[in-house]
């Protein structure tokens, strides 16, 4: 990967805790990255591109990086700007509908079914229902839930990165996980009932 080795060759010269976290996070926070991009963006190509361009600017500024815990929130914000970036630009091509096969639920969580085909099959059919279900999500929904469900953020990081109050992000949420419950392809999977019951007391 080219931004990666560009990324390798100037890290050295990082200067500063921020910097030197940023250089840490940049070159083992690649997957899950890409992850979230490709679940905001519903596209490999894409969703690549912008993890690129948003490593590359976020180790163009690194010098605002800010020391400690804020590390991850700032990076994530400038990878969802760059999604959102791209989706603007890209709006008219992105209509047609692209598969989310390629992103597992099941690896985010460390769920195994091997050894176990049938299992293995259902937990493939479970998480893609689930995932078209959330790429049908408004954008500014889908973001949120691809932040808290995905990349594990905290609703008072997923705050910082979209840069809005604490409280736009719970009601986007309650709203993300209304629409989610309600969609009739989720009917079937009690095992999704986390977007609609999950708590977030951990997170005050």
């Known amino acids: 990967m ?40 519903h596209n490999r190509a894409d969703a690549e591109e912008a993890v690129q361009d948003a490593f590359l600017r976020a180790w163009r500024f690194r010098a605002a990086v800010p020391a400690g815990e804020g590390v991850r929130p700032w990076l994530y914000r400038v990878v969802v700007n760059a999604c959102l970036s791209k989706l603007r630009a890209d709006r008219a091509r992105l209509d047609r509908t692209s598969a989310l096969d390629e992103v597992s639920l099941g ?19 479970t998480q893609q229902t689930v995932l078209d279900a959330v790429a049908a999500l408004p954008e500014h929904l889908r973001v949120v839930v691809v932040l808290r469900y995905y990349a594990q953020l905290s609703e008072r990081e997923i705050a910082t990165v979209i840069h809005r109050r604490t409280g736009t992000v719970k009601s986007r949420m309650h709203d993300a996980r209304t629409r989610l419950s309600a969609d009739p392809r989720l009917a079937d999977f009690a095992g999704v009932a986390v977007f609609a019951s999950r708590s977030e007391a951990a997170d005050d």
Not at 15 to 41: C, H, K, Q
Not at 107 to 125: K, M, Q
């Open 107 to 125: 690896r985010r969580a460390g769920v195994s079914s091997e050894g176990e085909p049938e299992a293995a099959a259902e937990d493939r059919e």
């Open 2 to 41: 080219e931004v990666m080795s560009r990324l390798r060759g100037v890290s050295s010269a990082a200067t500063g805790a921020g910097s030197d976290e940023l250089a840490l996070w940049l070159t083992d926070g690649y997957a899950p990255a890409f992850r979230t991009a490709y679940l905001i963006l």
